[in-house]
């Protein structure tokens, strides 16, 4: 590839708004292919832009780098893979949603509480104890799903 459709990494960086540093860090851990360098410089092929912004997005949706490296690793059972990835990253975030919902609804109901000091509230005190017990929000506060 001619060294003028090489990017920089500060060129990368302006394309992608992703730091240098940031770059150097993927690259270190093997998210990002190691470049080729000219003069000491590191050359990225145009085609990094897309695989930054698959990292991105991939990021965006939670997952981890180490999970975002399985993705970028050629492998032979790729497909099976991801799949896996994804099918984990669902029940995850459905398990995160449903805690959010279950906190959400007990926030909600302690807006409306008559006690002026929650401190004060009798259903406040038990589900304070029933969490010093070991027992999580949605068992401490049934009616919060």
Known sequence: MAEE????IGEL??????ATSTLRYWEEVGLLPAPARVGGRRRYPPSVVGLV??????????FTLREIKAFVEP????????????????????????????????????????HEDVFECPTFADLV?????????????????
């Open 75 to 114: 492998r032979t059972r790729v497909g099976d893979v991801r799949r896996e990835l994804f099918q984990r990253k669902i029940a995850e975030l459905d398990r995160l949603i449903h805690q959010a919902q279950v906190a959400r609804n007990a926030i909600a109901h302690g807006m409306g509480c008559p």
């Open 53 to 62: 912004g698959a990292i991105l997005l991939l990021q965006g949706v939670g």
């Open 13 to 18: 960086a302006s394309r992608t708004g992703v």
């Open 5 to 8: 459709q090489q990017l920089t």
């Open 129 to 145: 104890a029933s969490r010093l017990a070991g027992l999580s929000l949605e068992e401490a506060h049934p009616d919060g799903t």
